[in-house]
């Protein structure tokens, strides 16, 4: 009985530790593509919310959390976020893409911070017409 029970035990430690272990592949609060080379994900809770470089098996975030609503075309991606989820603050940011690749310093193709004032005359000064079309409204 003895031995029965230690195999018993080793097999649940066994699979215990493998659910554990894979855990965080299996459980994604949130996964939207934007394009080929872009998301926007949340990995444990939705106010993780941010934008990514699509690795394929993973990201690089390009736009942290907690980006609430989206929109692009083909080289730009715009974005509005609650910087950590302080709601009482929205930031916004464009990111081109074009100047864009899994090596490059975000800081080369990210513009932003701003608020929407600077946002809308950087708009206007790069001749971008864009609209915000994916918003996550538990986040807005």
Request: charged fraction near 20%.
């Amino acid at each position: 009985m003895h031995v029965v029970m230690n195999s018993f035990k080793s097999i649940c430690f066994f699979i215990f530790g493998a659910l554990l272990g894979t855990s965080c592949f299996w459980f994604v609060a949130y996964h939207e593509q934007i394009n080929d080379k872009y998301y926007l994900g949340a990995t444990d809770t939705l106010d993780q919310m941010s934008v990514w470089y699509d690795l394929g098996d993973g990201g690089i975030g390009r736009i942290g959390e907690t980006v609430f609503s989206v929109g692009w075309d083909e080289r730009y991606i715009i974005a509005k976020q609650h910087p950590l989820n302080q709601r009482a603050i929205t930031n916004y940011y464009i990111l081109d893409m074009a100047k864009d690749d899994a090596f490059a310093d975000p800081e080369e193709s990210v513009i932003g911070p701003l608020d929407e004032e600077d946002f809308q005359l950087k708009l206007q000064e790069m001749g971008l017409s864009l609209d915000f079309t994916v918003t996550i409204n538990a986040l807005e």
